[in-house]
T-cell receptor
Framework: GEDVEQSLFLSVREGDSSVINCTYT??????LYWYKQEPGAGLQLLTY?????DMKQDQRLTVLLNKKDKHLSLRIADTQTGDSAIYFC???????????FGSGTRLLVRP | DSGVTQTPKHLITATGQRVTLRCSPR?????VYWYQQSLDQGLQFLIQ???????AKGNILERFSAQQFPDLHSELNLSSLELGDSALYFC??????????FGPGTRLTVT
């Protein structure tokens, strides 16, 4: 089945690292994505990883994929107050172009 | 700014009415996707068009329809509106199979 799960809330102190976790159920997922949504705004594509990769790094962002456990994480280094937003994990199956989204993790960065 | 534009930004209408939401994809992108974001259902895929043809269909109600025109812009038509149709409607476009870039959304309020 198609299901993507995320924890609802994460609070970190400015300057610390944030780790947002996501689990998915469909082993045929080909791409996994992280999107950021700020209040009143659309979804901003942060990064994505192809299913044959274990890790992808892009500046302060590190994505780790454990395909065996169907677990995806997004690490934000040196978290800033501007990183406060809702982060969505999404998967795309090989057979379809649609994205299946998790419910989003609200990240609060405390000064 | 993702390069995807959506109009209008906000729409308030009454139950039973019909509205049209418009999306212009990024220059050169042939694929357009529509998603609905509501508090109770989260982000749900509605429909995808590729170069004018319907490619994939998700949880789209029969009261809803969409099309993609020769200039690649797309319209989502919502008819016989109900209170439960109040949501944010996002359009996304993609250059290929991996990335999807989202527009700022249209917030629909049905009263």
């Amino acid at each position: 089945g198609e299901d993507v799960e995320q924890s609802l809330f994460l609070s970190v102190r400015e300057g610390d690292s944030s780790v947002i976790n996501c689990t998915y159920t469909d082993s045929s997922s080909t791409y996994l994505y992280w999107y950021k949504q700020e209040p009143g705004a659309g979804l901003q594509l942060l990064t994505y990883i192809f299913s044959n990769m274990d890790m992808k790094q892009d500046q302060r962002l590190t994505v780790l994929l454990n395909k065996k456990d169907k677990h995806l994480s997004l690490r934000i280094a040196d978290t800033q107050t501007g990183d406060s937003a809702i982060y969505f994990c999404a998967e795309r199956m090989d057979s379809s172009y649609k994205l299946i989204f998790g419910s989003g993790t609200r990240l609060l960065v405390r000064p | 700014d993702s390069g995807v534009t959506q109009t209008p930004k906000h729409l308030i209408t009454a139950t039973g009415q019909r509205v049209t939401l418009r999306c212009s994809p990024r220059s050169g992108d042939l694929s357009v996707y529509w998603y609905q974001q509501s508090l109770d259902q989260g982000l749900q895929f509605l429909i995808q068009y590729y170069n004018g043809e319907e490619r994939a269909k998700g949880n789209i109600l029969e009261r809803f329809s969409a099309q993609q025109f020769p200039d690649l812009h797309s319209e989502l038509n919502l008819s016989s509106l109900e209170l439960g149709d109040s949501a944010l409607y996002f359009c996304a476009s993609s250059p290929g199979e991996d990335e999807q870039y989202f527009g700022p959304g249209t917030r629909l309020t049905v009263t």
